[in-house]
């Protein structure tokens, strides 16, 4: 079983919309999670911590279950600009494990 | 954000070559690094834990013979793709554990594109 899993979309929205993205993780020792962005060709770069209480980032809001191991990523107001492929990570045990990421297609 | 450099950013190489990648940590000490690979449209599978001044910690199906990791400072540490070949082609990007109020989090490189001819 893979230790993080996400949907690969694409998920393809238009200007304006909100979007949630998914991610499940397996090991349920995990200490700690992150979103993020990856543009075509590009390193990955840090969008936002995530955290049992919830986190926002203006337009960006993460939230973990730690029960249901789960992690979620919510964008309001989507921009062309949000066109990327969003990778759910974990940290277990000082190993970073990267999801296939969830590509996301924000259209005019 | 911490910074981390990564060169070079893209090489074309023979098959049979060796290619060597840097990776430093600008503004930060970094005790330990990571090597990920990257195949198109597929996720980042971690390579190796680079440790500085000690042998590097390869994953499951990594050949420790053919990616070799120094990690020598504690600002440095590099890869080298020993005899290349058109199979090892790939995007490698390294990464490091962040300094100060950062060490959760984890800051890139910003990649090689390996093309083995």
């Known amino acids: 079983r893979k230790e993080v899993e996400q949907d690969p979309g694409p998920f393809n929205v238009p200007e304006g919309a909100t979007v949630a993205f998914n991610c499940t993780y397996s090991n349920s020792a995990s200490q700690s999670f992150f979103w993020y962005r990856q543009d075509c060709r590009k390193e990955p770069k840090l969008l936002m911590s995530?955290?049992?209480s919830g986190n926002e980032d203006g337009r960006f809001t993460a939230q973990l279950n730690r029960a249901s191991q789960y992690i979620s990523l919510l964008i309001r107001d989507s921009k062309l600009s949000d066109s990327a492929t969003y990778l759910c990570v974990v940290n277990n045990f000082n190993k970073f494990y990267f999801g296939s990421g969830t590509k996301l297609n924000v259209k005019p | 954000g911490a910074v981390v450099s990564q060169h070079p950013s893209r090489v074309i190489c023979k098959s049979g070559t060796s290619v060597k990648i840097e990776c430093r940590s600008l503004d930060f000490q970094a005790t330990t690094m990571f090597w990920y690979r990257q195949f198109p449209k597929q996720s980042l599978m971690l390579m190796a834990t680079?440790?500085?001044?000690?042998?590097?910690?390869?994953e499951q199906g990594v050949e420790k013979d053919k990616f070799l990791i120094n990690h020598a400072s504690l600002t440095l540490s590099t890869l080298t793709v020993t005899s290349a070949h058109p199979e090892d082609s790939s995007f490698y990007i390294c990464?490091?554990?962040?300094?100060?109020?950062?060490?959760?989090?984890?800051?890139f490189g910003s990649g090689t594109q390996l093309s083995v001819l």
């Open positions: 680079s440790n500085e001044g000690s042998k590097a910690t390869y």
């Open positions: 995530v955290y049992s």
């Open positions: 990464s490091a554990r962040g300094g100060r109020g950062e060490v959760e989090k984890l800051f």
